[in-house]
């Protein structure tokens, strides 16, 4: 059986959004799998109809961290910000002036600039889902793809998920984004040539491939990386732990 498409649980089918995806199922380098029903990955949430958003809460989600910019709160509200029922948290994971910089070709150039250069906001992020001990956590930004996937890749790798399989997890974001290609693509900036666009709307898994080498090459993994830039070592066990039990 694919561990990434023909598993139920894997995509999850919420109406008003696209990309909910389950972390747990993945095979790891030590033999064993990661927890369904523990971290949850996905888009935007603004769309989500009261059906959907039970959906969500049934899985058992008791916080929700949204990683998208000031911006997109304004115009495409979370639905569950003023929410009883869940603890949001928004962390602004876009750094403008890494986001502006010339020497970003590709994604995996972005991704790279992202892991270097916002590790405040990774910080707060991965102590936020350390610390939802107990309960399940979805984080999310507009796609589901750029910011959600470096949480993703960072998550995965702690977990030992083999490099192949957290690329195609990355790679799965293209067929879950279908249906709403031609709005994203409406959101393109007038500077940005469409051709260049269409590759930033894409999911190629080599973008994924280079961010996770450059990881492994700089900080020595995902761990290291964590402690280095402020988890402790309780936040890291916790998210270990969410990820593959005691």
């Known amino acids: 059986m694919n561990a990434l498409t023909h598993v139920p649980e894997r995509r999850l089918i919420v109406e008003g959004a696209y990309n909910v995806r389950d972390l747990g199922g993945y095979p790891t380098a030590d033999g064993r799998t990661t927890r369904w029903g523990r971290l949850y990955r996905a888009d935007g949430l603004?769309?989500?109809?009261?059906?959907?958003?039970?959906?969500?809460?049934?899985?058992?989600?008791?916080?929700?961290?949204?990683?998208?910019?000031?911006?997109?709160?304004?115009?495409?509200?979370?639905?569950?910000?003023?929410?009883?029922?869940?603890?949001?948290?928004?962390?602004?994971?876009?750094?403008?002036?890494?986001?502006?910089?010339?020497?970003?070709?590709?994604?995996?150039?972005?991704?790279?600039?992202?892991?270097?250069?916002?590790?405040?906001?990774?910080?707060?992020?991965?102590?936020?889902?350390?610390?939802?001990?107990?309960?399940?956590?979805?984080?999310?930004?507009?796609?589901?793809?750029?910011?959600?996937?470096?949480?993703?890749?960072?998550?995965?790798?702690?977990a030992r998920v083999p490099h192949d399989v957290i690329a195609a997890d990355y790679a799965l974001t293209a067929e879950c984004l279908l249906p709403i290609m031609d709005e994203l693509r409406q959101g393109r900036p007038e500077q940005v040539p469409a051709e260049m666009y269409e590759k930033f709307l894409g999911c190629d898994p080599e973008n994924m491939e280079l961010l996770l080498a450059h990881l492994v090459a700089r900080y020595g993994g995902a761990e290291r990386f964590m402690l280095e830039i402020g988890l402790t070592e309780a936040q890291v066990d916790a998210l270990k732990a969410k990820l593959l039990g005691e």
Request: aromatic share 4%; hydrophobic share 40%.
């Open 46 to 158: 603004h769309k989500l109809t009261e059906a959907g958003q039970q959906a969500i809460l049934e899985r058992g989600v008791a916080a929700v961290v949204d990683l998208r910019h000031a911006s997109e709160l304004e115009t495409m509200p979370n639905v569950f910000a003023d929410s009883s029922r869940v603890a949001y948290h928004n962390v602004d994971l876009i750094n403008p002036t890494t986001s502006a910089r010339p020497t970003i070709k590709n994604l995996g150039d972005m991704y790279v600039n992202m892991l270097d250069d916002c590790q405040p906001a990774l910080t707060r992020i991965l102590s936020l889902l350390a610390d939802s001990e107990g309960t399940a956590a979805l984080y999310h930004c507009t796609a589901g793809k750029d910011r959600t996937g470096l949480v993703s890749a960072l998550l995965l790798d702690l």
